[in-house]
């Protein structure tokens, strides 16, 4: 079995991991924290490295858990109540509200429902706002292939919203 190296091993995984970490929070601090969690517990794991079938799996997994676990914390938090909040939400229609919330979603299940290169590539453009050439280093491929698969990918979106839309309007 080879031995496993935090430098070596670990420390590459931590694009991975903030990208897992990113598409799960929607917040590059949180994220980022989360990573340095992620690693923090690897290394104090580090007498069981060898027992593990995949490390990167383990890392992985880890980062994907402490995330879910952080937006739902987040999710849970309950905002004090002041006069301001009162009024905003006073003006706030909650059907528009849930239908925002609905779209977003729906926005959502179709990035995660595209082809595994166009949803990373989406990603990385439209999330972590990296360029067309760190794209392709990253990728091992050109700048013009993500350009076409960012534009395929964000066709897949558009085409899948505006369906949702018009079946939206025709069940109205």
């Keep these: 079995m080879k031995e496993i190296s935090f430098r070596d091993d670990i420390l590459p995984l931590k694009d991975k991991l903030f990208r897992v970490a990113l598409r799960i929070t929607f917040d590059r601090a949180e994220a980022e924290d989360i990573v340095q969690e992620t690693l923090i517990k690897v290394w104090n794991k580090r007498e069981e490295w060898n027992s593990?079938?995949?490390i990167e799996a383990y890392s992985l997994t880890l980062t994907k858990n402490l995330a879910i676990d952080l937006r739902e914390k987040m999710d849970a938090k309950t905002e004090e109540l002041t006069e301001?909040?009162?009024?905003?939400?006073?003006d706030a229609n909650p059907h528009e509200k849930l239908e925002q919330k609905e779209r977003l979603m729906w926005v959502h299940r179709l990035i995660e429902g595209l082809p595994e290169k166009q949803r990373r590539i989406m990603q990385m453009r439209d999330i972590e706002e990296k360029s067309y050439k760190e794209i392709a280093q990253a990728l091992d491929t050109t700048e013009e292939q993500v350009k076409i698969n960012l534009f395929r990918a964000r066709q897949k979106v558009k085409q899948g919203f505006l369906r949702l839309d018009a079946y939206e309007r025709s069940t109205n």
């Design 52 to 54: 593990l079938e995949s």
């Design 84 to 90: 301001q909040h009162d009024r905003t939400q006073d």
